[in-house]
Every structure is written in C-alpha cells, then in structure tokens.
C-alpha cells in the first residue's frame, strides 16, 4: 500500500531506519537533513516504511510545489527492496496529483527506468570515484595528463591541512561563486551552515584546504560529508591564485590519499559550472548519472511565469 504522509506523519525513526538499509542509501535522505534543508518536507511511503520518497515542497500564490532543496543533489525513492519501473510510476503519479509543479531530482538507482510523457525527464551528470587501496592511488598515476598536472602542481610549494572553521569555508564559498550560482541565497548557505554544525559532531564533516609554503595564502578548500559508505564533495573552492598553481589536482589527490583505507565512494557531486564539470570528470573514474523530473500542471496565466 503506497500513502502520502505529511511531516506530521511520518515516523522518523522508521524513516531513518529505511535510509540506513537502503541499497541506494544517500546522506541527503535522513530526516535531519531534509529538516534542516528543505522548507516544508511530505513524503510516500510504501508499506511500513519498506520503500520512502520525500516530497520537498514550498507554497507560493497559495499553490503547493515541489523543488529540489540547495546542497540536497538527489533525492528520489529509497529502499533496500528492487525498486522497479512499476513502483516508481505509481510513487509519481501519486505526487503528480498533490502537486500542479514540480521541479526534482531522483537518484542514480531510477536514472535508466521510463516514464509518462506528461513527465519531461532529463540526466544529470554526477562523477564518482571508488576509494581503495588499490584503486585511489592509480587514479592519479595512471592517467597521463593527471600525472602531469599533479606533477606540476607538486612543484608549488604547496601545503595540505585540515581545517576546523565551517564558516569561513563556506563564506570562501559564497565570496567566490554565489554570483554565478543564482539560485543560492544567503538563507540556504546559513541553514547549511546549522546543518554542518550538527554533522560536525557527529564527525561526519571533513575540510581541507591548500595553503602555499611562502606566504600561507589560502588556494582551495573542500568541505566534504562522510556516511561511512559515501564520501560527498559539497563544497569546493579554488582562488585565481589556487588555479595557475593547479592546487585542485593537488588537493584532491591528497585527500584520495587521505582515505584510501576506509573503502568508500567518493561522490564528486557534479556540478553545473562547465569547467568544474569538466575537472570532476577528468579525476573520477565513472559517471554514475541522476535523472531530473519536471511537471506544469499550473492554471494557463501562472504557467506563463513559471515555465
């Protein structure tokens, strides 16, 4: 039996229990962190919570709609059944008639079903890396043009730390792409900022950061999420001096290095900026692709403005 629950509804602690077994589990699920995330949050459940779907949403001109919640990549349905085309059908058509609009991503595990053409259905590009001790470090020595650029880099006098402050990796963040990343606003980045906090303490967070030698200037930085099975990339900066010394190729193969041991996916998120893309998939060894789902179920004059 599939039924729609409001947050109200939901049982958290079967909810959370759901997205520790899934196959498919993503730190993006857990209750905590839709509560943090999302404005408003509903969810399908089938069953006794064998198989959940959140329903981010928020309300505007008095309608309900769905959307994808800032620093929340993929979301979807979640279980540690198969999960076959049939279920997912049904999950969507039920959230089809709760809301006119929507504007979501589901994960890697539904990116190859089909779908209702009233469903505009699109991939989205996500590189991932599989950390090992006997993969990671091959990643940068095997290829030629990564050696090279690693080699290069390693020239620069570079210094590999951790770092502790989550807010000043993510006011580097805001100063250095909030522009060119328009849906990021300065409530997202502080809510994410709460959450960080509270993954903090429960050592989940991971930073570092390249410093040069010289004169300790900050050149790139990544804040990273740790489940125990995913490592997730959600911040990344790099400066215009970070950039001519390549102290990217630098910093990530050393985090690679860093955690070679723990056996994890290295989930390098993707990005919407072309040449951060295009970085990710030159240092990840495989393009493990989410599907975004669209519909516009809007009165005519609305669906005018919200295309």
């Not at 993929?74 to 085309?85: K, P, T």
């Not at 209702?116 to 095997?142: G, R």
């Not at 080699?151 to 909030?178: C, F, G, P, T, V």
Request: proline share 2%.
């Amino acid at each position: 039996m599939i039924r729609y629950l409001t947050h109200i509804e939901i049982d958290k602690a079967k909810w959370n229990h759901c997205i520790d077994n899934a196959g498919n589990k993503l730190i993006y699920a857990y209750s905590t962190y839709l509560d943090a995330m999302a404005e408003q949050w509903d969810a399908i459940v089938m069953g006794d919570y064998e198989i959940v779907m959140p329903l981010p949403w928020r309300k505007k001109f008095g309608i309900k709609y769905l959307y994808q919640p800032a620093f929340v990549q993929q979301l979807g349905l979640f279980s540690d059944q198969a999960i076959d085309n049939t279920i997912v059908e049904a999950f969507l058509e039920l959230a089809y008639s709760k809301f006119q609009f929507a504007e979501i991503n589901l994960n890697y595990q539904q990116s190859e079903f089909n779908f209702d053409k009233k469903f505009i259905v699109s991939k989205k590009n996500n590189f991932i890396s599989i950390v090992s001790s006997s993969a990671a470090v091959s990643l940068f020595e095997s290829d030629s043009y990564l050696r090279k650029r690693l080699n290069k880099a390693s020239r620069n006098d570079m210094n590999y730390l951790n770092e502790e402050s989550i807010h000043s990796s993510l006011l580097l963040y805001q100063n250095l792409y909030q522009k060119k990343i328009k849906s990021l606003t300065d409530f997202d980045l502080n809510k994410f900022n709460e959450l960080c906090k509270k993954l903090q303490c429960e050592n989940k967070i991971i930073i570092r950061k390249v410093i040069s030698k010289n004169n300790y200037e900050l050149l790139a930085l990544a804040l990273l999420l740790n489940d125990g099975q995913r490592m997730y990339n959600i911040i990344s900066c790099i400066t215009p001096t970070g950039k001519k010394l390549l102290a990217n190729y630098f910093l990530y193969n050393e985090i690679l290095k860093e955690h070679l041991v723990e056996e994890l996916i290295f989930d390098f998120e993707g990005s919407d900026l072309p040449g951060v893309a295009d970085f990710y998939k030159k240092i990840s060894t495989q393009n493990q692709q989410y599907i975004s789902v669209k519909w516009n179920r809007l009165p005519k004059i609305i669906r005018l403005i919200k295309k």
